[in-house]
């Protein structure tokens, strides 16, 4: 158990409708990252917020957004699915921010395997 | 985007060789990560080099960066079944801040027993 939790595990649902992903940090870590994982596209960064503010964007789209809430745990909201959403999203988090580019050192959760159909 | 690309894409070897994967990236960095992703879990951080590092070892574990070159080496010694993983290098993300890692789409490691 890496000490970030994420609900729920497994999602399947419909093309167009809308789910939410939840994360909860490892105790005492402020960073919250998203990201998304399929075969095609590998591992692709969606968006960071520490102690809730939105610190670095990647490649998210406009019917993905998240936020982080004052007691650290963020939501991943995916709306208008497609089936090219289905994917593995994972969350991570880390202490703090480092100025360092590529010094965090990320503690991820076990993932969501969301299906679209 | 990727900065990172891992090569090879998969490696199978018997279980007690060695296996080594290595990591190309595009732009200068500070620091470089390697990662362990058992099959549809979350990925678990293994070593971090930097820049002015050219080698870093862990329990079986070596990893070598060669800044001239733009690549990075994962080196496993002693291979066990339990190895058996995909193998992720990671960067600092260039698109936005010091903050955001970017994951090349990793080796596939397979110990055959």
């Known amino acids: 158990d890496s000490g970030v939790t994420q609900t729920p595990k497994h999602l399947i649902t419909a093309t167009g409708q809308r789910v939410t992903l939840r994360c909860s940090p490892r105790?005492?870590?402020?960073?919250v990252y998203w990201y998304q994982q399929s075969l095609d596209q590998g591992l692709q960064f969606l968006i960071h917020?520490?102690?809730?503010?939105?610190?670095a964007k990647g490649n998210i789209l406009e019917r993905f957004s998240a936020q982080q809430f004052p007691d650290l745990h963020s939501e991943l909201n995916l709306s208008s699915l497609e089936l090219g959403d289905s994917a593995l999203y994972f969350c991570?988090?880390?202490?703090?921010?480092?100025?360092?580019?590529?010094?965090?050192?990320?503690?991820f959760g076990a993932g969501s395997r969301l299906t679209v159909l | 985007s990727q900065q990172g690309e891992e090569d090879p894409q998969a490696l199978s070897i018997q279980e007690g060789e060695n296996a080594t994967m290595n990591c190309s990236y595009k732009t200068s960095i500070n620091n470089l990560q390697w990662y362990r992703q058992n099959s549809g879990r979350g990925l678990v951080h293994l070593i971090l080099i930097r820049s002015n590092e050219r080698e870093k070892h862990s329990g079986r574990l070596r990893v070598t960066l060669d800044t001239s070159k733009k690549s990075s080496s994962l080196l496993i010694t002693a291979s066990r079944a339990a190895d058996t993983a995909s193998y992720f290098c990671a960067t600092g993300y260039s698109g936005g801040g010091a903050d955001g890692l970017t994951f090349g789409k990793g080796t596939h490691l397979i110990i055959q027993p």
């Open positions: 917020y520490y102690n809730g503010e939105e610190r």
């Open positions: 105790s005492g870590d402020l960073s």
């Open positions: 991570a988090s880390s202490v703090s921010i480092q100025r360092s580019s590529g010094a965090n050192v990320l503690t």
